[in-house]
Nanobody, 124 residues
Framework: QVQLVESGGGLVQAGGSLRLSCAAS????????MGWFRQVPGKEREFVAA????????SYADSVKGRFTIFRDNAKNTVYLQMNSLKPEDTAGYYC?????????????????WGQGTQVTVSS
């Protein structure tokens, strides 16, 4: 099993920045592609970003391209989401997820393990 714990969420003004962290348990972190998703109550969970096992490949939702950066530190078993130029529409619960698949899927169904989420609220 893989346990994922997100941190770093909070309240920030529009235009501000936050860095989310997702700490993974175990010694096999590098075997998983990692993704970030977000979800607003009543809406479907939305893909945000993903990073390959080595960190060499990334994928982003159009809505966050140029503003968010996903990266990982396999030595620390941690994946990060740097969020800049935040907008009120970025407000959501943010979840990290681990996928045993080789490819950077955007579908939540392709991810095997999930954290409990961290709330990001962006005020206007």
């Amino acid at each position: 099993q893989v346990q994922l714990v997100e941190s770093g969420g909070g309240l920030v003004q529009a235009g501000g920045s936050l860095r989310l962290s997702c700490a993974a348990s175990g010694r096999t972190f590098s075997n998983y592609a990692m993704g970030w998703f977000r979800q607003v109550p009543g809406k479907e969970r939305e893909f945000v970003a993903a990073v390959s096992r080595s960190g060499g490949t990334t994928s982003y939702a159009d809505s966050v391209k140029g503003r968010f950066t996903i990266f990982r530190d396999n030595a620390k078993n941690t994946v990060y989401l740097q969020m800049n130029s935040l907008k009120p529409e970025d407000t959501a619960g943010y979840y990290c997820a681990a996928s045993g698949s080789y490819y950077l899927y955007q579908s939540p169904s392709r991810y095997d393990y999930w954290g409990q989420g961290t709330q990001v609220t962006v005020s206007s």
